[in-house]
């Protein structure tokens, strides 16, 4: 009796085993399908024209970002929102001189989540005495509900006790 247990109880820890291994490469696997199959739409979204906008400035009259895909694999990202681009001051947009800038790369996560290293510069006239507050280094733009956007997580300004929204928008 003791021998018939001891054997149900290996055969038990050994189909666990299996299984265990087996669910682990399972996810793997289709991940690295979805990925290889999905990488070109994926990309397609992410390569382009896109709007830009910091709040600061304007959810009315954007500015646009373009990320493109460089011959060695990489996506550069360059783009601004300029408040001289306002045609009125509806919204508390003003054609003071404020703006946002970004240059760097994009990495893309997945389709919620784009990793963007380089430099982001924000001019905002009630901001740290309407000096330039430079951002150097990686951020993560993501998708939260049901937006149309990637925002920048790392919403603190550096120089001053305030909230900055910087968004991508879809194409």
Known sequence: ??????????????LATTCTIDAKRRPARK???????????LERKV????????????????????????ADGTFSCKGEQLAVNCKDAEDGCKTNG???KLDG??????????????D?????????NGQEVLRHGSFNFEVTGNRKYWRMQE???????????????FK
Request: aromatic share 12%; with cysteine.
């Open 1 to 14: 009796m003791k021998r018939i247990i001891f054997g149900l109880f290996i055969a038990i820890m050994l």
């Open 31 to 41: 991940r690295a399908q979805t990925e290889n199959t999905g990488s070109n739409a």
């Open 47 to 70: 390569i382009g024209r896109h709007m830009l906008s910091l709040q600061w400035i304007s959810w009315k009259y954007f500015g646009s970002v373009t990320i493109k895909k460089e």
């Open 98 to 100: 404020d703006y946002v």
């Open 105 to 118: 790369t994009i990495e893309i996560v997945d389709e919620n989540h784009l990793v963007f290293t380089g």
């Open 120 to 128: 982001i510069r924000t001019k905002i006239y009630h901001i740290n």
């Open 155 to 169: 919403m603190t300004n550096p120089a001053d006790e305030c909230v900055d929204y910087i968004d991508i928008y």
